[in-house]
């Protein structure tokens, strides 16, 4: 999605001209130029879709004990917020002033550089299987819903825990309603 979306700000057939600076009337994008430039967009939106919120899972269990894990998650989310606030400056300040390929070529250098580092490791990561469907965990939860649809909801607060948890007997429970 990168690729194209860097294409989009280098090649003048890509983009519409810009406005003239003493008229208001600017010159519509052409098909092409509205095709390139929202199948760019669609396809970062689910490269970021798709691995944003599967990667610290992924390796939070390339790690055996439950300290290590912490130790990653905590790095995995500085780093991520790290990156968003050089973004957010560094990258904003290039497109501001040096221009909007460079802009998108340091954003595209970046991917190309965790994909490859992703790749080199590959041969070190543990492949963890997923044991049986996700769908049939799905397909048990829409078959008990519909199943007690109309099942009345108990007024006793008790019967909403499935655990005596210390920590939530000490909570102030929250009011049952017969709302969603």
Do not use: M
């Amino acid at each position: 999605g990168l690729i194209p979306l860097t294409l989009t700000s280098i090649l003048p057939s890509l983009r519409p001209l810009p406005c003239a600076s003493t008229s208001n009337q600017c010159e519509t994008p052409s098909a092409l130029q509205y095709t390139v430039l929202y199948i760019s967009l669609a396809l970062v939106g689910v490269g970021i879709g798709g691995t944003r919120f599967t990667t610290v899972a992924f390796g939070a269990n390339q790690f055996a004990d439950e300290a290590s894990r912490d130790v990653f998650v905590n790095w995995f989310f500085f780093s991520l917020y790290t990156a968003n606030l050089l973004a957010s400056t560094v990258v904003v300040y290039v497109q501001d002033n040096v221009g909007w390929a460079w802009g998108y070529g340091v954003c595209l250098v970046a991917n190309i550089i965790s994909v490859f580092t992703f790749i080199i490791g590959k041969w070190h990561y543990q492949d963890v299987r997923p044991q049986g469907s996700p769908f049939t965990g799905i397909a048990r939860v829409l078959a008990a819903a519909i199943r007690k649809r109309r099942v009345a909801l108990s007024p006793n607060f008790d019967d909403y825990f499935y655990q005596d948890d210390s920590e939530i007997a000490k909570k102030e429970p929250c009011l049952l309603t017969p709302k969603f």
